[in-house]
């Protein structure tokens, strides 16, 4: 019985934490839409994009702490906990890697970037 309450406290738990990344995400993306002149949409972009992964790792651990957490936990060691844990982190790890393989070329390309813009500047590219 205390092994059913831990696992739909966890799943409840992390499915509100990513709710509150989804509305997040949705808040960010309303500012990338935002009438012209709005200062940092890629910023937003970005955030938006973090958000939505974070919220998206959220329901797969919640997901995979529901389907182990018993007796015994018979479910540790199968190819769908290895599966689901890799789709994890490939969610969480994909935006944060892409950004940083767009200030990479960017500095590459002899640019400055923009942290609070997210923005390469004066580079040949840009």
């Not at 529901?66 to 018979?74: A, L, Q, T, Y």
Request: with cysteine.
């Amino acid at each position: 019985m205390q092994y059913q309450i831990a696992r739909w406290l966890l799943l409840v738990l992390l499915l509100g934490i990513a709710a509150i990344y989804v509305n997040a995400m949705l808040l960010s993306v309303w500012h990338t839409a935002a009438p012209p002149g709005f200062e940092n949409p890629e910023a937003w972009a970005y955030a938006a994009r973090k958000f939505f992964a974070n919220a998206i790792a959220l329901c797969i651990i919640g997901f995979l702490f529901f389907i182990n957490v018993r007796p015994g936990w018979p479910y540790l060691r199968s190819h769908l906990t290895w599966l689901l844990t890799v789709a994890a982190l490939l969610a969480f790890l994909l935006p944060r890697v892409g950004h940083f393989f767009a200030i990479d070329r960017c500095l590459d390309l002899s640019g400055k970037w923009d942290c609070q813009t997210e923005k390469c500047i004066g580079s040949a590219d840009a």
